[in-house]
Structure formats: structure tokens, C-alpha cells
């Protein structure tokens, strides 16, 4: 499963820098590994790109999902809740 997200270059050539949001709208953000990560186009530090973090989805109840993501985020830890119409198969 993927999850909506901003995607930079990160610090280090094999990892990118995701910026994404929760449920409510609150910012998450963490590195995470490229293979992780899928994106179109080029990456800049001054324009974050459209893209889709790969996830583990966890229980859904009505239009929230839990999901893990691949590293732990700054702000959140692992598990975070997003809604469902923020994620694709």
C-alpha cells in the first residue's frame, strides 16, 4: 500500500526526505530509504515533488486507516493515522 506524500532529496544519495499528514492535517516527516519511496521527476530542496511512501496498512474504522511506516517518523513514531482516501493498493 502506498501513501500520499512530498518528497525531497534527503541527506544521503540513497534516501529521500518525506513530508506527509495525518488524519487531522498535522505534518509528519522522516527519511526514508528509496526504495521506499515512488516519485516522478526530479528532486529539489527547494520544491518538494508529489509522491507515494510505501506502508503497512493496519485495522481501518470508517474512513481512517493505521498504517506502519518504513522508518519512524519525527514527530509520531512508526504508527500513524491517515484517512483513507491518502493511500492507494
Do not use: H
Not at 35 to 46: A, K, P, Q, R
Not at 59 to 68: F, N, Q, R, T
Not at 70 to 78: D, K, L, T
Request: proline share 6%; hydrophobic share 35%; charged share 25%.
Amino acid at each position: 500500500m502506498w501513501l500520499k506524500c512530498k518528497v525531497m532529496p534527503g541527506q544521503y544519495s540513497g534516501e529521500c526526505a518525506i513530508k506527509g499528514y495525518l488524519f487531522n492535517n498535522n505534518e509528519f516527516s522522516l527519511f526514508a530509504d528509496k526504495t521506499d519511496v515512488c516519485f516522478d521527476g526530479e528532486l529539489s530542496i527547494d520544491r518538494p515533488i508529489d509522491g507515494w511512501l510505501k506502508v503497512i496498512p493496519g485495522p481501518k474504522k470508517g474512513d481512517l486507516l493505521l498504517v506502519s511506516l518504513p522508518q519512524q517518523a519525527f514527530e509520531n513514531g512508526r504508527n500513524i493515522i491517515v484517512k483513507t482516501e491518502q493511500v492507494r493498493e
